[in-house]
Antibody, heavy 123, light 105 residues
């Protein structure tokens, strides 16, 4: 059973960097069949995929268009976790942030497992 | 960019009734479509993927159908725990629909 445990601050000041971590149990961040994603949810933007990291003989990252210039997702194989950094945040980045594991058909796949979610407020 | 629209926005039904939720894509997504259920304060839960495959542990009262641009999630007989918000997602670029809220009539 895969479990994802999120951690990180719930309050970030405007123009600073939002940082969250997602710990993985029951799978490996280096899995050759899964990808590790960040998704956020807000009343104004709904559910929005932010990006992912995955390993297929080497590491890859993909990022959503709306955040591409500000986002970094990194794996940490020593701790079996992955992280999100979102730079230059504004109040519009206030949302519940989720990490999720994806597999399956299509370029991005389906999100079978989710973290518990973390409300991050930019203020 | 593929846009997903869901209808209706809100569905008022009683336990035991049948729920039919629609998801329409602005262009074909083949069969690369999923449905999620979300309850207040919880993460979304995958119900259906690949248009019609039920995820692990999902009861058979949930079923999905469709192809191309038009997809349907059917809940054959609503149980009290099924009242929630339902989202569709297309797995190629991972856009989500805006959701349909199913609430108790």
């Amino acid at each position: 059973q895969v479990q994802l445990q999120q951690s990180g601050p719930g309050l970030v000041k405007p123009s600073q960097t939002l940082s969250l971590t997602c710990g993985i149990s029951g799978d490996s961040v280096s899995s050759n069949s899964a990808a590790w994603n960040w998704i956020r949810q807000s009343p104004s933007r709904g559910l929005e995929w932010l990006g992912r990291t995955y390993y297929r003989s080497k590491w890859y990252n993909d990022y959503g268009v709306s955040v591409k210039s500000r986002i970094t997702i990194n794996p940490d194989t020593s701790k079996n976790q992955f992280s999100l950094q979102l730079n230059s945040v504004t109040p519009e980045d206030t949302a519940v942030y989720y990490c999720a594991r994806s597999t399956g058909a299509g370029n991005i796949g389906y999100f079978h497992y989710w973290g518990q979610g973390a409300l991050v407020t930019v203020s | 960019e593929i846009v997903l629209t869901q209808s209706p926005g809100t569905l008022s039904l009683s336990p035991g009734e049948r729920a039919t939720l629609s998801c329409r894509a602005s262009q074909s997504v083949s069969s690369y479509l999923a449905w999620y259920q979300q309850k207040p304060g919880q993460a979304p839960r995958l119900l259906i993927y690949g248009t019609s495959s039920r995820a692990t542990g999902i009861p058979d009262r949930f079923s999905g159908s469709g192809s191309g641009t038009d997809f349907t999630l059917t809940i054959s007989r609503l149980e009290p725990e099924d009242f929630a918000v339902y989202y569709c997602q297309q797995s190629d670029s991972s856009h989500f629909g805006p959701g349909t809220k199913v609430h108790i009539k």
